[in-house]
């Protein structure tokens, strides 16, 4: 498997709060996608970061990436309600055939 | 901005069934994607396309049949469901293949087989 154990998670927080999402990978990638998935539909992505970007930031979300160590987190500051949903981090198959590896994906329920 | 349809949105089989799952986008995107999720695991790539007729099979496609006539079309075949089978299936589209390209999804065809 590409994936560590670790990232098959389901969080429960309440609104305001922090929270930070890990995922780590066994095979080389130069990107990592974070999607989100919200009930009944298709994953969309919310952040992006590539081999030479350490973090990378948009809106309330957080990326890191850390390429020795193969793993990357997201973080999303001051969680609200509408940020309830299944968040996926994927990597990138090298060669450039497009093919993305999904982690096993993490459920944040965000408690009013 | 553009969208992914994926039809039926909810398809019951028998089993050894032959069931075939359409996706259309009006991206004019190159490349095309069917994955499939089953509950508490992440998607698994079954097929993708690069262009128009292209095929190139993904870690899943063992029962599974797939047909890229069109740049905006992209259908799944599945040659004999499996009793029990539930997962759903997601169709996806990127503009260029790699590279670190945003993949658009569709809502998902839903399948249940008897």
């Known amino acids: 498997s590409q994936w560590g154990e670790e990232n098959l998670q389901a969080l429960s927080i309440q609104e305001g709060e922090d929270v930070t999402m890990n995922c780590s990978y066994k095979t080389y990638t130069t990107v990592v996608h974070w999607y989100r998935q919200d009930s009944g539909r298709g994953p969309a992505l919310i952040i992006l970061?590539?081999?030479?970007?350490r973090e990378k930031r948009s809106g309330r979300l957080r990326a890191t990436l850390d390429t020795s160590s193969q793993s990357s987190s997201l973080s999303i500051t001051a969680a609200q309600c509408e940020d309830t949903a299944v968040y996926f981090c994927a990597t990138e198959e090298t060669g450039n055939t497009g093919k993305l590896i999904f982690g096993l994906g993490t459920t944040l329920q965000v408690q009013p | 901005g553009g969208i992914i349809t994926q039809t039926p949105k909810f398809l019951i089989g028998q089993e050894g069934q032959k069931l075939t799952l359409k996706c259309q986008q009006n991206?004019?995107?190159?490349?095309m994607y069917w994955y499939r999720q089953d509950s508490g695991k992440g998607l698994r790539l079954i097929y993708y396309?690069?262009?128009?007729?292209?095929?190139q099979k993904g870690d899943l496609s063992e029962g599974y049949d797939a047909s890229r006539e069109k740049k905006s079309s992209f259908s799944l075949t599945v040659t004999s469901a499996q009793k029990n089978e539930m997962a759903v299936f997601l169709c996806a589209s990127s503009i260029v293949t790699g590279g670190g390209y945003e993949q658009y999804f569709g809502p998902g065809t839903r399948l249940t087989v008897l």
């Open positions: 396309s690069i262009t128009e007729n292209d095929l």
């Open positions: 970061i590539r081999s030479n970007e």
């Open positions: 991206f004019n995107h190159d490349t």
